[in-house]
């Protein structure tokens, strides 16, 4: 850690996207930040030692606030139904009702009719996948453009970027396009890990992957440690959680940064 560059302070209001993705609306190359979207992104969905989205309570209740329906999007997971189970009960804890867009033959109307849509974790390339199958994206940025919040766990943080090629998972179905919901100008890394100085490991490090993708990418990466989480609402984005995060960017060195940090000018593209 002593080699860590650490910030605490940095703010911009203007977001650039490097990567055109579908369905979004342009100003002569920038995708035009919606002031009002309400983003928040969840490394991990359980963290070692409490229980489902325990870690995360407090921040999701602060962030939904008097929000009632929750539309699930439980595509991450083969078991739709318990995945349901699971987390309709968690959000039933916080005094949020959940309906799953896997119930019904027109998910598209269930975000509709929701106040609030949460992506839950698995694996990120069968999420995607079922995202474009049942024809999702442009819903979800549209409501989310007019300020209906977001929530991501794990995958659903990682479709919240411009596309999901810095997901830790095995490409195991094969989407459309890696194009996700660019919601944000900048790439997750959920569930990040610092190397082990002590490992005789011999595969890549999670940091060299990361660089690899900058080597032949230009958007910024958001490491994030599990137990970390990035707060958007009111043009801020600040990261949340216990555990900090890591920022990449394309010919810079990675950036250290604790909870409580305006990440604004890092993770604008
Ligand atoms: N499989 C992870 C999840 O828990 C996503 C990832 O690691 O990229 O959703």
């Known amino acids: 850690m002593a080699r860590h560059r650490f910030v605490t302070a940095v703010q911009t209001t203007t977001l650039r996207y490097n990567e055109a993705v579908p369905g979004h609306r342009t100003q002569g190359?920038?995708?035009?930040?919606?002031?009002?979207?309400?983003?928040?992104?969840?490394?991990?969905?359980?963290?070692?030692?409490?229980?489902?989205l325990d870690h995360a309570?407090?921040?999701?209740?602060?962030?939904?606030?008097n929000v009632q329906k929750v539309a699930f999007i439980p595509y991450a997971l083969h078991d739709r139904d318990?995945?349901?189970r699971?987390?309709?009960?968690?959000?039933?804890?916080m005094g949020y009702q959940l309906s799953s867009v896997h119930t019904t033959t027109d998910p598209v109307d269930i975000v509709n009719q929701c106040d609030a849509v949460f992506i839950g974790g698995g694996n990120t390339f069968r999420l995607l996948k079922a995202l474009y199958d049942f024809d999702l994206l442009g819903t979800i940025r549209t409501r989310v453009a007019e300020g209906m919040p977001y929530i991501g766990s794990s995958a659903g943080s990682n479709v919240a970027g411009p596309t999901i090629k810095t997901t830790n998972d095995m490409p195991i179905v094969q989407p459309p396009s890696f194009n996700a919901l660019g919601l944000v100008p900048f790439q997750i890394n959920p569930h990040y890990l610092d190397p082990d100085p002590q490992s005789t490991h011999k595969g890549e490090t999670r940091e060299e992957r990361i660089l690899q993708f900058l080597e032949e990418n230009d958007t910024p990466v958001a490491g994030l440690r599990e137990g970390a989480m990035i707060r958007i609402e009111n043009e801020a984005?600040?990261?949340?959680?216990?555990?900090?995060?890591?920022?990449?960017?394309k010919g810079l060195g990675p950036i250290e940064v604790l909870p409580g940090s305006r990440l604004n000018e890092l993770l604008a593209s």
């Open 57 to 65: 309570a407090d921040e999701i209740c602060d962030f939904l606030g």
């Open 82 to 84: 318990a995945y349901t």
């Open 29 to 52: 190359g920038l995708i035009s930040h919606h002031k009002t979207s309400r983003i928040l992104l969840i490394s991990n969905s359980t963290l070692h030692g409490s229980g489902y």
């Open 237 to 249: 984005m600040t990261l949340k959680g216990s555990s900090g995060a890591r920022i990449f960017r």
């Open 86 to 93: 699971t987390a309709r009960e968690r959000f039933q804890a």
